[in-house]
Structure formats: C-alpha cells, structure tokens
T-cell receptor, first 110, second 114 residues
Framework: RKEVEQDPGPFNVPEGATVAFNCTYS??????FFWYRQDCRKEPKLLMS???SGNEDGRFTAQLNRASQYISLLIRDSKLSDSATYLC???????????FGTGTRLTIIP | DVKVTQSSRYLVKRTGEKVFLECVQD?????MFWYRQDPGLGLRLIYF???????EKGDIPEGYSVSREKKERFSLILESASTNQTSMYLC?????????????FGPGTRLLVL
C-alpha cells in the first residue's frame, strides 16, 4: 500500500462550483499534513498546512480525520486560476522527511 | 521570502556523462533535499542533508551522490548518466529542527539523457 494515496483525477469543474478531494495515508504515526499546489511545469508550493481541528484560508478548507487516516481539501467558488495539481503531503514517523502523493489534477472550466 | 535556486532549468546530456546539478538557498536553512518527479510516480526523495557535510539516502539513491560543503549549497551528482535518469529534478530546503515542516522548492531542472 502506498504511504499516501490520491485520486489522480482529472477533475473538470465549472467555474464557481465547489470541489473536494481526499487523500489517505497509511502511517498512523504521521504528525504533519499539508496540501501543496503545483502548476504545470512549475515547482510545488505550499498551499496550506492541515491542523487537527481543521482550518480555512479564504475559499480553501482543509480537514484531518485521524481515525480514518485521511485529509481533505475543499475549494469553494472555484476560479480559473485554481487549475493546478494538488499534492497531499504527510511527514514520516515524526521526522523531517515528507512523503508526497502523486497529486490530483484539477481543471476549472469557464 | 525563501529563495531556492537551481543552476539550470534544462539540461541535455549523453549516456555515461557525469552530471552536476547545483542548488542554493538563501535563508540559512539547515535541511536540503533532492527529489525527482516523474509522471504517475510523483516526487521521490533521492538524498537529503541535515547539516554541512552530512547526507542521508532517500528512497532512490542508486546512481546518485550528493555533496554539501557549504550550508547554502547542495549538489546532486549523476556519476554516469543513464537514460532512465531523464526526469525533472527538484531541490528543496526547510528550516530544520522540527518534524515535518514546510519545504520550499527550487524551480526544477529538466534533465534529458540521450
């Protein structure tokens, strides 16, 4: 089983819609969780950290479910500029290495 | 803002050549990482370093070596390039001292080995 699993998509969503995707992780000792965003042919950049209580940053909401070992990302009122690949990222066993999912590709359609 | 730079955006090399990829960060970060990214496989860790002259193998170190002579610079070396090392190479750095903290990436080097 992969350490971090994501649905690769693609998700094709009309502008203004709400879209959500999940990511599951296998290591129950994982402590830190992130969503990174990667635009086509660019480097990954941190979108947001994911906290136990859930957190929101504008149109983006991240949730963590430790019991079921998944994290989620919700994007409300989607914009064309949200088109990107979203990488689920989890730390390994409390150390400084991160494990990256293969990403979920999102395309917002005008 | 953290800035991570990589020496080349695109490189074309021949099989058997020795290849050097350089990465420099300007934020006095302790940790530096080298990944490769391939379609369908995501980012895979090649090597990382917690300190000057210190290195640890990642998940796929075979065919690669690294050097960290100065804190700000982390080099990836392909001793004898092979076609299966054609990939996007990404360098990253993080502050250090805490588990699972944010990593900041350079723009990447697309390497083609012919």
């Amino acid at each position: 089983r992969k350490e971090v699993e994501q649905d690769p998509g693609p998700f094709n969503v009309p502008e203004g819609a709400t879209v959500a995707f999940n990511c599951t992780y296998s290591n129950s000792a994982s402590q830190s969780f992130f969503w990174y965003r990667q635009d086509c042919r660019k480097e990954p950049k941190l979108l947001m950290s994911v906290y136990s209580s859930g957190n929101e940053d504008g149109r983006f909401t991240a949730q963590l479910n430790r019991a079921s070992q998944y994290i989620s990302l919700l994007i409300r009122d989607s914009k064309l500029s949200d088109s990107a690949t979203y990488l689920c990222v989890v730390n390994r066993r409390g150390n400084e290495k991160l494990t990256f999912g293969t990403g979920t590709r999102l395309t917002i359609i005008p | 803002d953290v800035k991570v730079t990589q020496s080349s955006r695109y490189l074309v090399k021949r099989t058997g050549e020795k290849v050097f990829l350089e990465c420099v960060q300007d934020m006095d970060h302790e940790n530096m990482f080298w990944y490769r990214q391939d379609p369908g496989l995501g980012l895979r860790l090649i090597y990382f370093s917690y300190d000057v002259k210190m290195k640890e193998k990642g998940d796929i170190p075979e065919g690669y070596s690294v050097s960290r002579e100065k804190k700000e610079r982390f080099s990836l070396i392909l001793e004898s390039a092979s076609t299966n090392q054609t990939s996007m190479y990404l360098c990253a750095s993080s502050l250090g001292g805490r588990a699972g903290e944010t990593q900041y990436f350079g723009p990447g080097t697309r390497l083609l080995v012919l």
